[in-house]
């Protein structure tokens, strides 16, 4: 018989890794598997024939209960609000999962757009492949209801890569990037942009960040130029692999401080989304 221990140490990273592909948060991921596995460790557990599908069925709906709440919550935040990255080191078991079957950065904030219930299914079936008789019997829901809320998810999504997808030119974005960054001459790397680039700043209003999406290459050039003249990038500045994607990590005085993400398009030419998260209380976890 499978003790409390072994269960712990084969699903706790498959329990977080549906929290935080559901919440976006490292986190209230953490705290998520913290709750189930105390739960289930004063349960009677004789009856759960199948543990893995036990425990997804408890995080999904833990999870969306506690989505109803952020949502609220995010409707006041300060800018916009934006996923908490995750920073894999293959090294370690969690994260060696995690890069194995990571989701783009890039799908976790457009999963934003979708209602938890939605976001739920879509989470099961896109990232998790659960069949629609898997995922109703979840979320207690019939396979029609469940087939018609992918369906709406479907339509509030354009056709975004779910799972990392590296381009050829990473390494070209990447140095480009890290010498503008050093100089303060962004021109090349704004030549690596779509013209209708957006970029998306995550202070959480505690550090100072856009508070607005920034629309187009013009206005983008002229945001990137104004901080780097004062020092916005300052310290030192690595490329790391961020959600099984190379994105770049900031460091002042041993601290990070920003992490920097981009999305593709979808010729995986150029840059059609930045993302700046520098919300302190997002960051701790790296």
């Known amino acids: 018989m499978e003790t409390f221990e072994t269960w712990y140490k084969m699903y706790q990273p498959y329990v977080f890794a549906i929290a935080y592909r559901m919440l976006g948060s490292i986190t209230e991921a953490e705290d998520i598997i913290q709750d189930i596995f105390m739960d289930l460790h004063e ?3 004789s009856c759960v024939h199948n543990m893995k599908a036990y425990l997804a069925k408890m995080t999904t709906n833990r999870c969306l209960n506690l ?7 995010r409707e006041i935040y300060p800018g916009p609000w934006l996923p908490e990255p995750h920073i894999t080191q293959r090294e370690q078991p969690l994260d060696k999962m995690l890069q194995e079957e990571s989701v783009s950065y890039a799908f976790l904030v457009l999963l934003e757009r979708l209602s938890p219930v939605e976001r739920a ?3 099961l079936r896109e990232a998790f492949r659960f069949h629609y008789s898997e995922t ?4 207690h829901r019939t396979e029609n209801n469940c087939r018609k809320l992918y369906s709406r998810a479907k339509q509030k999504i354009p056709d975004e890569p779910v799972f990392p997808e590296q381009s050829n030119h990473t390494a070209r974005l990447t140095n480009t990037f890290l010498h503008a960054a050093e100089t303060g001459d962004f021109e090349a790397f704004i030549n690596l942009l779509t013209d209708d680039v957006v ?3 995550d202070g959480g209003g505690n550090v100072k960040a856009a508070t607005k999406p ?3 290459k013009k206005r983008v050039r002229a945001l990137l130029q104004g901080i780097a003249a004062k020092g916005s990038f300052s310290g030192n500045l690595y490329p790391i692999l961020i959600n099984g994607q190379t994105g770049i990590l900031q ?3 041993g601290s990070p401080v920003k992490v920097i993400c981009f999305r593709w398009d979808r010729e995986q030419k150029n ?3 930045l993302y700046f998260i520098s919300n302190p209380d997002k960051l701790p976890a790296l």
């Open 214 to 216: 920034v629309f187009f």
């Open 43 to 45: 349960r009677d557990t």
């Open 251 to 253: 460091i002042q005085e």
């Open 136 to 139: 109703a019997d979840i979320l």
């Open 121 to 123: 299914v879509f989470v």
């Open 67 to 73: 989505l109803h709440s952020a949502q609220k919550r």
């Open 199 to 201: 970029f998306y700043s």
């Open 271 to 273: 840059i059609q989304n």
